[in-house]
């Protein structure tokens, strides 16, 4: 479907490998994703789709909670306020730390190497399952932080 050169993943193979049927609305959603360079919350999902087509916010939030669930998105808490959304990590794309801004609420990515992490020895003794390790930093983020200025 995609070329090699495309720096998109083949999600429709990301759907089928996780037995999940690839429809256009899932698509849409890993695509938006894919293209947003910091997690989104649901409604932000919403609002980029309901641009080209008409997909109700139902809709969006049961495909979120499906790929969540399949392992294909990750789903972020942002202190008591909407969830995040991101492409879960694999081997192209590195588990790493998220920036919360307390005041926009916007989400960033940070790098892995921001916040080196090793988790070997906690995998090697850990007497349960670990299926997901979350990093949040929370604080006021640059863009606040010189309006927080201006105010005062
Ligand atoms: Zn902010
Ligand atoms: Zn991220």
Redesign the pocket.
């Known amino acids: 479907m995609k070329s090699n050169t495309s720096p998109h993943r083949d999600f429709a193979a990301l759907l089928t490998d996780a037995g999940l049927a690839v429809t256009t609305n899932r698509l849409r959603v890993l695509e938006v994703l894919d293209g947003s360079l910091s997690p989104l919350s649901a409604g932000d999902i919403h609002r980029t789709l309901a641009r080209s087509s008409s997909v109700n916010r139902v809709t969006v939030y049961r495909i979120l909670e499906r790929l969540v669930r399949h392992g294909i998105l990750e789903r972020l808490s942002s202190g008591g306020r909407a969830f995040h959304y991101g492409l879960a990590a694999d081997t192209d794309h590195p588990p790493h730390p998220h920036f919360y801004?307390t005041?926009?609420g916007?989400m960033d990515c940070l790098s892995p190497a921001s916040l080196p992490m090793d988790t070997t020895w906690l995998r090697r003794t850990f007497p349960g399952r670990i299926d997901k390790i979350e990093i949040r930093i929370d604080g006021?983020?640059k863009?606040?932080l010189r309006k927080m200025k201006l105010e005062t």
């Open positions: 801004c005041r926009c916007q006021i983020c863009n606040c």
